[in-house]
């Protein structure tokens, strides 16, 4: 294999490219009107992709809105996203918490409703 990513079918890609960019400091590397490739300078191998849902290679039967999918993506700091996410008005569908496993997590939704979980390594849970 020489190459994997994510495409994420939406509505608008110039509204979540920003949504994006804004929230976690993501770049484009690939921007039409049909298709943008998020990537982040931090992560070098990080593509990440969004996909006009309406566009002609996308089958009748794969464009309905997304279910059945958290994306998540580990960040240094969640509260620092929730406060991001705050200020852009972004829907918060559960604000940080600590989980068991060693992370803090929050998720929301992206503007198409995806559910974003964005954590961050806390101290490792207890043996």
């Not at 490219?17 to 992560?43: C, K, N, Q």
């Amino acid at each position: 294999m020489n190459r994997a990513f994510t495409s994420l079918l939406v509505d608008s890609v110039g509204q979540s490219a920003r949504f994006y960019e804004s929230l976690l400091g993501m770049t484009r590397h690939f921007d039409s009107d049909w298709f943008v490739i998020l990537t982040h300078p931090g992560i070098s191998q990080l593509e990440f992709g969004l996909l006009d849902r309406n566009n002609e290679i996308v089958p009748q039967e794969g464009r309905m809105a997304p279910q059945g999918i958290i994306q998540t993506f580990v960040v240094d700091d969640t509260d620092a996203v929730y406060e991001t996410a705050k200020s852009m008005d972004a829907v918060i569908v559960e604000p940080p918490r600590d989980m068991p496993y060693g992370q803090r997590r929050m998720l929301l939704r992206d503007p198409d409703g995806t559910l974003i979980d964005i954590s961050a390594p806390t101290a490792p849970p207890p043996a």
